[in-house]
């Protein structure tokens, strides 16, 4: 098992995935299977899992570094919230051949639930992308599911060479090699992904969270946080009971777009930063809940909003 964080404020936070236009129409019902419905608004805004999270995590307090692949035309739209965060985004490459990853979000005005449909486009990243001198002792390599297998498998086995920590959302879940996720030092996934591994990997049948979390903890043998929404979070380390976090109850639901992110950016930050796990998380499940109260799924908070909503955690 492979835990050893430790306060790295020297150090930084390593992000790579491909950056993505979200396409938001506002519905007051989404249409049934033939039915056609007005929308009530569109919006468009810079998104994608990896940059919604680096923001995140570099709000969060953590220095942060981007690495990318993004088409001329669309750059400054998709870059311009990292740069004027101050993140660096000298990893951010412009190639005519990238097409980028339009996210075609239908969401309901009252409640916030959405549905996307994903064009992927094609990128252009690749693991050699990162040097090995940035994987060391004082960073953290953040990463999610959405890379090339063959990607994701490199930059885990460099960064886990060079004692680098690394955190892993698995999204969407991959079947990678069982000894290539026993690296991880953090897997973050929520119900419908830890039902996702346990048939992939045929782990168990458990059905309930608490079961599931704690099955995958034990046989990848790594730290596992279980997202559940309104429902909380749940903790497990193997071979120890799990722990569960309530959520953060919130008057009004403006959308849950990139609210798992921002969990996940604000988990890695504060655990590199040096917090326990136990206020790592509550810190997370705050700023996700925040960024349920905003439309942006870019609209991460800073540690001091953060901070308003754990008067009692240090």
């Given at each position: ?34 039915q056609a419905v007005r929308?009530?608004s ?7 899992k990896?940059?919604?999270a ?7 307090g ?19 919230n990292?740069?004027?965060s101050g ?30 449909v ?7 990243i690749?693991?050699?992308?990162i040097s090995n ?39 969407p879940?991959k ?6 996720i026993?690296?991880l ?19 168990s ?11 995958i903890a034990?046989?990848?043998g ?34 849950t ?51 308003t ?6």
């Open positions: 098992m492979n835990i050893h964080y430790r306060k790295r404020k020297s150090g930084f936070i390593i992000g790579i995935n491909t950056m993505c236009i979200d396409c938001i129409t506002i519905v007051d019902h989404f249409p049934k299977e033939g929308g009530l569109q919006i468009r805004y810079p998104g994608g990896g940059p919604n680096i923001l995140a995590a570099h709000k969060a953590a220095s942060t570094k981007f690495y990318s692949t993004v088409h001329p035309d669309d750059a400054q739209f998709l870059i311009k990292l740069q004027e993140i660096d985004i000298s990893g951010i490459k412009l190639s005519e051949k990238t097409q980028t990853v339009i996210a075609n979000i239908t969401q309901h005005t009252e409640t916030g639930d959405h549905t996307v994903t064009l992927n486009g094609h990128h252009e690749t693991a050699d992308m001198t940035e994987f060391t002792p004082d960073n953290t390599l953040m990463l999610q599911a959405k890379l090339h297998e063959e990607t994701l498998s490199q930059l885990i086995d460099r960064a886990y060479q060079n004692d680098c920590a690394i955190t892993m959302n698995m999204a879940v079947k990678l090699d069982k000894s290539l026993s690296k030092d953090l897997l973050v996934i929520n119900e419908h992904e830890a039902l996702d591994i346990l048939n992939i990997y045929k782990i049948n458990n059905k309930r969270n608490e079961d599931s979390a704690q099955d034990s046989y990848f790594v730290i596992t946080v279980l997202t559940r929404g309104a429902k909380g979070v749940i903790l497990a380390k193997p071979d120890e009971p799990v722990k569960i976090y309530p959520a953060i109850r919130i008057k009004k639901v403006a959308s777009l990139g609210a798992g992110d921002a969990f996940f950016g604000v988990l890695t930050a504060r655990l590199h930063l040096g917090d326990e796990l136990d206020s790592a998380i509550q810190k997370a499940i705050a700023a996700s809940a925040i960024v349920c109260t905003k439309l942006e799924p870019q609209s991460c908070p800073d540690i001091d909003e953060i901070m909503l754990l008067p009692s955690v240090s």
